[in-house]
Structures are given as structure tokens and as C-alpha cells.
């Protein structure tokens, strides 16, 4: 069987991934079901990059050690990979056993090579992205890979002779095309870095103490980007000490890699640095790196600190896992950035998957019920309109394998809904609830539904690499068992005759406004609760004589009614426990009579009395607040009458 093996980056465990670092493995996890959907062995590896002084600050902050503090993010991310359904042949963790010890023996092997030699480093250095940087790859003294700034370092350190291998380099990459995807990032990293003169990398550290340590050195760590590109060959199997005719079956069966699926952002590690080290090891190259680019959020990049962070187990919440998925495929271009919007998430979601997808199998399974008796029926008359719609099935489903084939993944769904939507308009043009009228009219009716329920099963075979929660339930719905992909090289597997399993909805529609005014509602919230509150205006000094003019006393709220032509006000009964009053409070807008009713309340008893639209008040209770009223209410075993002071 031919082999097929796909690897994710590995997620840094510094913190819980936003949407904007989830879309990836969505994406990788489409290629592998697709991938093992053609009947090939797919190997999934995804896992955790660990190391680091980023994370080892992290630890420090939280006061806990650094194993345990990647132990927790490390299951939040593989709850959240898990959450989206998922299925990976592999977790890695770069603290794993089996990877810090080949880290350790690659690292000796490469000296012992002469690849690695001892030096200083002086030069700049990107914390955040733990990278050092020469003068002319620093823009405007700023990181270029994240933008942030950097500082000058200077330590003892190890470097790899990168020199070495560059012209190899060069010409793999020019005799290979498809080895740097898209096509426009292979010039940046030939031009931009390579035909620049690549630096000699360094590969340890020794201002911290959180890495894998240098077997013969060990002052020093291994640079974590040496720890964790290796990640790909460790997890299935490799060994260091080995050739690699005396490597492991696993490890011979499944390297090279057919891709690397990975952000754009480090795609330098991945074409330039991976490489040559697979280069020292004798190791071949991976076939493909493909760069995908970033999702934002409206036209910001997702960040902690924007406070625009979108996560995907809050958006499943909403619209399901296969709404994530769908959303997250579907919008994804190729090539340039893209946008997530709670606006566009609920159009994609009602227009394609409750309305186009949802609405054809609803509608579909509806009139095979009611003219039918809900079994498939054979087709009998035929029309050229029928023609069409097979074509354009046949022709999407060999499209989007296509597009799939060229992990241009956003625009393989867009064939696939095309199809969908044609099928739509089949309804329309061959109207089926007019041929139910006629009896003559039976054996076209009968083509018609067998025609649709045929186009849905076949979408939901090629949208099972996308949705496929969403495939099994239309599966169940159509009452069949023929969801292999070769039973969609050809209109017609499904079988006539057969009963057709219970419809139910696949995506109910969301009410946008509804929606957006709860999200924004929660963000306001939010907001309010992580703003810093201001120091308040202060009154002058006063001293307790004067605290003790203010006769306070407990009263309870025995009767409330609201004050007709005076929307704001209440109209309490208190009760002090020696008499009972009548006050007049402006609390209306923000509790109802029922909520007041039986509470024990701070009153101020000796404020002369007033009369407030018109009603007679004796007295003023206690509350805080301007816009957001809160009544002070007391402990109800408080004695009545008491005075408060
Ligand atoms: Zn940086």
C-alpha cells in the first residue's frame, strides 16, 4: 500500500492555541482522511514543542516548574486537537524520552561529523522567537519574524557549519519545483536568505537551563530549533546511531515525508535549516514544505494583547465541530492571509451548510418520505437535465481530489458546494411536487429523487475529508453503506429499493443579530471586568460626629409596586420593626418588585421628607453605583430597627 506522511508543526506549549493556531491541524487532518480516503497508509504526526526560555520565564511566573507547566498546555492542545476531530497517528512532546534522546545523540553525532564546532555568539537576538539574527536580516531593529525588537547577546556557543551544505541546498531546491509551496515563498527563501550567505547556525544556549543538554557540555542546551525540527523523524522511529538501511521498518516505511504542512512564518527552519540537517545525517529530503498562511482576526493578527483572540472550542460551542472545520477550510486562500468575523463565520455557516448542504438533504428526504414511502426508488424516465447534474457531480468529484492533490484545500470545498448547489437547482427545474400530481408523471418523479439522493450520497463521500461528523449522519439518513471513494468514480451506487434511515437536522440556522449581540455582550463584559478602575474624586475628611448624624437602621422591604408616569421610580413599604414606612427610590431600571420583596435593606431614617413625582417618601436606602445600580442589601438575620454604624 502506498504510503502517505503528513506532520503539523509542532504547537509551542506556552499557551492554550487561538483559532488562529488550529486552523492548521484542521487543515492536515483533511489532508490525511483525504489521503487515506484514496486507500493510501497515512501516518498523522502532530505533538508539542516544549523547550525553551519562553516557556522556562512562563514556568518561573507561575511558580511552577517547567515539565509542569508544559504538562498542562500540553493537554490543553491535545484537548482542543481531540475537540476537533482529530485523528493523528502520533502525539509527540519534545520532552518525550525517546526524542530527547536521540536529540542528544544527533546533536554528538553532528560534532563528532565536524559540523558542529565551539565559538561565541555575538549578535542579535529575538526572545519571543528565540532566534538570533545577523545586521542585514534585522528590520529596523526589529525581529523579522515577529516584529518585535531585539537586543544584543554574546555567549559561548555551538554552531552548525551551514556553509557547507548551501550549494547542495541551492540545487535541490531549483531541481525540485514542488518542494517549496506555494511557489512565491521559494524565491524569498533562495534570494532573501540562501544566495545571501547563510550564517553558520547556532545551536545552544547557556543563559537557560530549560532544554535538552549537550551529551559532552552540558553548561549548554540545544537550540530548540534543532530539538524540535527533529521531531518528525524521532516520532516515527529514528535512531541516530543507525544507518539508515538498519533503521527501523516504521522509520524506512514512512521518511521522507510527503509534506510538511507548517505557518509561512517559519518556513525559513523548514527549507533551509531542516534540510541540512537531514543533509549531515544522510538523510533524504522531504518532498514538501507547504507554508500556508495566517488567519486574522478582521485585519489584525490574533493576540493576547489586541484582545481579539477567537478560540475554536468557543466557536464549536456555536456552530458545531464540522462548523469549525467547515468555516476554518472554507475560508482559508491559498496564498494570502485570511480573515476570520464572527459576520462571515455565520454566513459561511448558514448559506453553505444549513442552506445549500442542509436544506438539499432535508428537502430531498422529505419527498422520498412522502411520494415514496421513504424507500429509494429506481429510476425510470429520463430528461437531459439529468445529464447535466451527473456531469457536474463527476466533474466535482474529480476536481476537488484535484485541488485536494494541490492542497489548495478552500477552493476543493468551493467545487464541491458548486455541486451542491446545482443539485438545488435541479430541484427547481425538474419540480418534483408537480410530477407527484400525475400519475403518468411516476416514473420521471422516481428518476428525479433517486438522481438527488444519489448527488447527496456521493458529496457526502468527498465532504468526509472535511466534515466528517457531518458525512456519517447524512450516511444514516440515506440508509447506505456505500461511502467508499470508489463508489463515487460513477453515478449510481446507491441501491434502489432500500429504506432511507431517519431524517434529523443536520445545521440549524443561526439568527445573526441574536448572535452578534450576544458575542459583543461577552466582550463588553469582559472588557468591563479587565479594565483598571480609576481613582475616584475624594470628599473632605470628616470625623465620626459627623458619620453619626446619619441615622442608619435595618429595615426590611415588606411591599413594591412601580410608580405609574414614572418609569424609573419604585414604591417600597419598609418595615424598621417599630414602624412601618412608605420610600420612593429610583431603582426601577434595574429591579424588578419581586427581586426587593422580603430583603433586608440599609435605610437612611432622618433625611427630611421628600416628594418624588408626586409621591410622598420617607427616608433613602443605600445602593451603589451610577450606571449599574446595585442595592446594598443586608444579612437577612440582621434585627430590625437596628441602627447601622
Ligand atoms: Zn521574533
Redesign the pocket.
Known sequence: MEKFYLTTAIAYASRKPHFGNTYEIIMADAFARFQRMLGKDVFLCTGTDEHGQKIENLAIEAGITPQKYVDGVAGEIKGIWDLMNVKYDHFIRTTDDYHVSAVKKIFKKFYDKGDIYKGFYEGWY????E?FFTATQVVEGK??????P?SQAKEEAYFFKMSKYVDRLVAHIESNPGFIEPESRKKEMVNNFLKAGLQDLCVSRTSFKWGIPVDFDDKHVTYVWLDALTNYITAIGYDPDKSYDDQCEKFKHYWPANVHIIGKDILRFHTIYWPIFLMALDLPLPEKVFGHPWFNFGNDKMSKSKGNVVYADELAEAFGVDGVRYYALSEMPYNSDGSITYESVISRYNNDLANNLGNLVSRTHAMTKKYFDGAIPAPEASDALDEDLKSTVIAAVKESAELMGSYRVADSLDSIFSMLRRANKYIDETMPWALAKNEDDKPRLKTVIYNLLETIRIASVILSPYIPETAEKIFSQLGTDKTDYSTVCAFGALEAGKPLGEASTLFARIDEKKFLEEMEARRAAAEAAAAPIEEPEHEAEIGIESFAAVELRVAEIIACETVPKAKKLLKLQVDLGYEKRQVVSGIAKFYTPDELIGKKIALVCNLKPAKLCGVDSFGMLLASGEEDVKVVFLDSGAKLGDRIH
Not at 126 to 129: A, H, K, N, S
Not at 143 to 148: F, H, N, T
Request: hydrophobic share 10%.
Open positions: 529575538c526572545t519571543p522567537c532566534s525581529c523579522p519574524d515577529c516584529g518585535r531585539v
